[in-house]
């Protein structure tokens, strides 16, 4: 599986950016899909997954309301909405998918498949 992730950039405080993944090569019909994000000097961390299967979505909790994790299934692609970005927001963004499993939760290791990341930058 190949991740290809688009839609990084510079916004102003308060803006919003749509990131992009599409997943190419084998999937399957239950697989999932998300992002992990890392800033500058901090260690790698959840943000959302979408089941490609069901839609079911899991968010850190830090970040509900904010951002939102939808999905096209039948373009195996899953997009990330951030609404009222903050400076904090600033790093680089991985888009992860799995093979099929049970369970996935927050952890790295559960992901299978890594994208080559994406910056976003928020200004203040």
């Known amino acids: 599986v190949q991740l290809q992730a688009s839609g990084g950039g510079l916004v102003q405080a308060g803006g919003s950016l749509r990131l992009s993944c599409a997943a190419s090569g084998r999937t399957w019909s239950s697989y999932v899909m998300g992002w992990f994000r890392q800033a500058p000097g901090k260690e790698r961390e959840f943000v959302a997954h979408i089941s490609m299967g069901d839609g079911k979505t899991l968010y850190t909790d830090s970040l509900k309301g904010r951002f939102t994790i939808s999905r096209d299934a039948a373009e195996k692609t899953v997009h990330l909405t951030m609404n009222t970005l903050k400076p904090e927001d600033t790093a680089i963004y991985y888009c992860?998918?799995?093979?099929?499993?049970?369970?996935?939760?927050?952890?790295?290791?559960?992901?299978?498949?890594w994208g080559q990341g994406t910056q976003v930058t928020v200004s203040s």
């Open positions: 992860v998918a799995t093979k099929p499993r049970l369970r996935v939760g927050v952890r790295r290791s559960e992901y299978d498949y």
